[in-house]
């Protein structure tokens, strides 16, 4: 069923670019059905405790308020099962205990945002407070830890003729998407309608339907557009749950959206992290083996966990491996998955310490690398589907001029500025899961495919639209892709990197299916110019289809449906994802390159430009492939340079809970920075070819400054972010 | 009259200020006759299941007439009200998106007697006779501004959620010629986050546009 490929690895606009640059795409908090009122969030204004009383008179005397809901006078919810992360989510108003600062203790709905908002402001919440928990340099871990061993690594560790001992400390971060969450919730009787800020529509309805008792038939979810998310919009968080209660509660639409203050308490971050890391070597370079032992951040109610130790085990050849990975839990809201979740953290102890014992040996940095670059998967003893990490080493190196690099630090001025280079890899595990999309190909020559997946912002209609005007052969102007409701067959999560290939290979599928319908009509129908031909002889091009070898033997799409008298074509695509059993490994890779300037005398880092080469595979459109792996190098600056949550420990307040003191990258901060993607496809990954970009972009950027601040000054932070005040 | 300084993304240099001085409020004062009644205007129904207490009386509200896109509107409103919130919640204009709500983000841009403002930090009802912008009163019939153009031809965005500020805010640095180099328009666009980081394109958008004009 092969099909010539005009579409897929065009650099094509976005489908939907007009509706984004007009203003016309709604996003969630955008709606106003007719009746809507507006609820504000009450949060607790301390880290631990019980409520002992609330008084809402105030707020109710308020014209336009129409109810103050809180563990009071709620509705009892049905008992829900926990999924991920395993523990006890955090409910609506169920009861009076409070598990960290900022958590809901109350919401004002009123007839006006005004009014909710300032009568938010007079609910008097009491409690019995007590001192919270949570400093991670002072806690302890808590349940089993995960753990991985293979080989001898005391012994090996203790022969090494090299041995490096060192720990790294990564800060919380917050995703800070533009988009603040927001809902807005409508009950008709006992069916639930949410349009919801969600990177997971599926999850979103079974979410909402557990937590409400009714049918998951019953909620539907619309989500077309979503102002970013980066993770923090792959769960379904508790104010969705008090949107929907105070809907149903005043029997009017409600719309709410969390603050800018409320997101650093509402919708995960990313944790921070503790990683001691021990390498082991010979003078040549070869890695003996390395013991991890990983602390992280969880709530004290959920255990939260992701990858942070796979780069340990499989970037490089250690034969002796050995990791702990300990969570400890603290007074906080639970963490999230945030862009490269895991690996982005885990990268920046590894990359950091290869730099570091790079430095040791007097080796080339990527000589190093490329002296342990492994032959197949050493932790789960696997071969690679495809690894061009070589490839990506030797292009970014000739791309960014590394030859430039002078090995000893310290050793490059600009006036005040010290100048530096450094790199580092990336890996990210190539994740696909079950997805359907319903493919529709209508007698006027026009297909619309649909499927209940999102769009955060890497373009997935487009990319889709690519992939399916190639499959039916149509041009991209006779394909529609809808997304975001949870009408549409059901689609993997948005998230994880896995869109493309699971939803994409749900798309392929039912093009396929629909091209070989229109083709077994063709052949079969004595009045077509393609009957009785081989079917793997017709092709479909421009609408087209005819004799791969004899373009002018054939008829469209049109002719074909209207002789047949039928009004349209149609199929269900599906995917079932990965295999139980795999029979490879399989990640993307990516190296990425930095130059850095620091001012001597005031410890400030500026990027001056960087490199990111990336093996993920086949490219559907290399304009927005470009557009995420430069994104996620300004979201790499951030981590590296900038971003911090920082917590009052007396309290447990989230003390820069805004965008004054919560930094983020600007326009200033930001040079000119390249993306080059390595040729190739991976069909032992997914039937398209595909291996993800989203995630793998961002890891490695963080440890690719690192190590060019160390290059620059001669200076080894072992702490994100690199703030000035650690290089004075 | 309103004269007040809008708050501005970026500090206005002398030269920035473009004089609001062409206010054309013949134009269009009856294109929509839009009244909007907001705030404790509106007759709430009765609280449900509260034991109300006496209501502590309407807001302090107040009526101002100013011009969105074109259109004259005559609103009576909270005082309370921003001019976000104005043109989110009650004359449909969604496109300008809130951020932040504190001045920090840019998500809000829009043009104020053709000066860049945070609408998140601007009272609407300080605004009597102001000339508003946004996003929607950008294209000429079916024709994108040339920056919206620019920013598709650059893939100038990812999410979508900050480019209405983005482009708002792009206009304006054009106006106000702060677009000498990528440097200047990087120094003059930083009151606009992008967090998708889409700030290559989006200088590169402001540039290719400022060069045509």
């Known amino acids: 069923m092969s099909q010539p490929q005009a579409a897929v690895g065009a650099a094509v606009p976005r489908v939907d670019a007009r509706l984004r640059v007009t203003g016309r795409a709604k996003y969630a908090a955008d709606n106003n059905p007719d009746g809507v009122v507006h609820a504000v969030i009450v949060d607790s204004s301390v880290g631990k405790g019980r409520i002992t009383g609330i008084d809402t008179r105030a707020a109710l005397a308020e014209t336009g308020v129409l109810t103050v809901i809180n563990h009071l006078n709620a509705p009892e919810l049905p008992p829900r099962q926990g999924g991920f992360p395993p523990g006890e989510p955090l409910r609506a108003f169920q009861d009076d205990r409070i598990r960290f600062f900022g958590q809901p203790v109350a919401v004002v709905v009123a007839t006006t945002l005004e009014t909710a908002q300032h009568a938010a402001s007079l609910v008097k919440v009491s409690y019995d407070a007590q001192p919270p928990s949570t400093d991670m340099s002072v806690a302890d871990p808590a349940g089993e830890p995960e753990t991985y061993a293979r080989g001898d690594t005391d012994g090996a560790l203790d022969s090494a003729a090299v041995r490096l001992e060192t720990t790294y400390r990564t800060a919380r971060n917050h995703h800070n998407a533009m988009e603040p969450a927001g809902v807005v919730a409508r009950w008709e009787g006992d069916r639930l309608t949410v349009w919801e800020k969600t990177q997971n529509v599926v999850g979103a309805v079974r979410t909402l339907a557990g937590e409400f008792g009714i049918p998951p038939g019953n909620v539907r979810i619309i989500s077309p557009f979503i102002g970013g998310a980066f993770g923090n919009a792959a769960r379904t968080w508790v104010h969705s749950v008090i949107a929907a209660m105070a809907a149903r509660e005043v029997k009017r639409p409600v719309k709410l959206a969390l603050t800018r203050r409320q997101l650093y308490f509402g919708v995960g971050y990313r944790p921070a992290y503790e990683y001691a890391l021990r390498l082991g070597s010979n003078r040549r370079g070869r890695l003996t083996a390395s013991a991890h032992d990983v602390r992280s951040e969880t709530s004290s109610y959920e255990t939260y966990s992701e990858d942070v130790l796979a780069a340990g085990r499989m970037l490089y050849s250690t034969p002796n491996v050995r990791q702990v990975y300990r969570h400890v839990p603290l007074d906080v809201n639970t963490p999230t998955f945030m862009r490269g979740p895991g690996y982005s953290s885990g990268a920046f102890t590894v990359e950091s310490a290869m730099d570091e014992l790079a430095h040791e040996l007097g080796l080339d940095p990527i000589e190093l690398r490329l002296r342990n670059e492994p032959a197949d998967d050493e932790s789960i003893r696997l071969p690679f589907s495809t690894r061009r990490l070589r490839d990506c080493y030797r292009v970014g190196a000739r791309e960014f001029g590394w030859e430039r690099r002078r090995p000893k630090p310290r050793s490059t001025r600009d006036g005040d500025w010290l100048i530096g280079m450094g790199m580092a890899a990336g890996v990210y595990d190539t994740a696909r899961s079950q997805s359907q999309a319903s493919v529709r190909l209508d007698a006027d020559g026009t297909a619309l495919l649909q499927s209940a997946t999102s769009d955060m912002g890497p373009g997935t209609a487009t990319s889709m639209t690519q992939l399916a005007a190639d499959a039916l052969g149509l041009p991209m102007r006779r394909v529609s892709f809808r997304l975001g409701d949870s009408r549409m067959p059901p689609a993997a999560g948005h998230f994880g990197s896995q869109t493309m290939a699971s939803v994409g290979s749900s798309v392929q599928d039912g093009c396929d299916k629909v091209r070989g319908q229109a083709i077994t009509l063709a052949i079969a129908d004595e009045g077509s110019p393609l009957h009785g031909v081989d079917p793997a002889d017709v092709v479909v091009r421009g609408g087209r289809l005819h004799v791969k070898d004899n373009p002018v033997r054939g008829e469209t799409y049109q002719r074909l449906l209207a002789r047949n008298d039928r009004t349209h074509l149609e199929a269900l695509g599906t995917y079932a994802g990965a295999s139980e059993s795999e029979k490879f490994s399989f990640y993307a890779y990516a190296a990425t390159f930095a130059e850095v300037a620091v001012d001597a005398r005031l410890g400030l880092v500026r990027v001056r430009r960087m490199v990111g080469v990336y093996d993920a595979a086949r490219i559907i459109n290399p304009r927005l492939a470009d557009s995420q792996a430069i994104g996620a190098m300004v979201g790499g600056i951030g981590q590296a340079l900038l971003e911090h949550t920082v917590t009052d420990h007396r309290d447990g307040r989230i003390v820069n809970a805004n965008f004054a003191d919560y930094l983020v990258p600007t326009h200033a901060d930001i040079p000119e920075l390249k993306a080059i993607y390595i040729e190739g496809e991976d069909f032992e990954a997914d039937p398209i070819g595909v291996k993800g970009l989203g995630e793998v972009v961002l890891v490695g950027v963080a440890p690719a400054i690192a190590n060019a601040v160390f290059n620059a000054t001669g200076r080894r932070v072992r702490e994100l972010p690199i703030t000035p005040e650690a290089l004075l | ?213």
């Open chain 2, 1 to 213: 009259m309103s004269t007040e300084r809008p708050d501005s993304a970026v500090p206005p240099t002398a030269e920035s200020c473009s004089a609001p001085s062409r206010r054309t409020f013949i134009a269009t004062t009856t294109a929509l006759g839009g009244v909007v009644v907001a705030g404790g205007m509106v007759a709430a129904p009765p609280p449900l299941g509260a034991e109300k207490a006496v209501a502590a009386g309407a807001p302090p509200g107040g009526s101002v007439s100013l011009t969105v896109n074109g259109v004259r509107h005559t609103v009576t409103i909270d005082n309370r009200t921003s001019l976000l919130d104005l043109l989110r919640e009650h004359l449909d204009l969604t496109g300008s998106k809130k951020g932040c709500n504190a001045g920090a983000c840019g998500a809000c841009t829009v043009l104020v007697d053709g000066r860049r403002v945070n609408s998140c930090l601007t009272l609407a009802v300080r605004l009597e006779g102001a000339e508003v912008t946004t996003i929607e009163g950008l294209e000429k019939g079916d024709r994108l501004h040339p920056l919206q153009q620019a920013f598709i031809d650059q893939d100038a965005f990812q999410c979508g959620f900050c480019t209405p500020g983005q482009i708002v805010s792009g206009v304006g640095c054009i106006q106000e010629g702060h677009t000498g180099s990528p440097e200047e328009i990087r120094e003059w666009m930083s009151g606009n986050l992008c967090r998708c980081g889409c700030y290559v394109k989006i200088v590169r958008a402001v540039e290719q546009t400022a060069e045509r004009k």
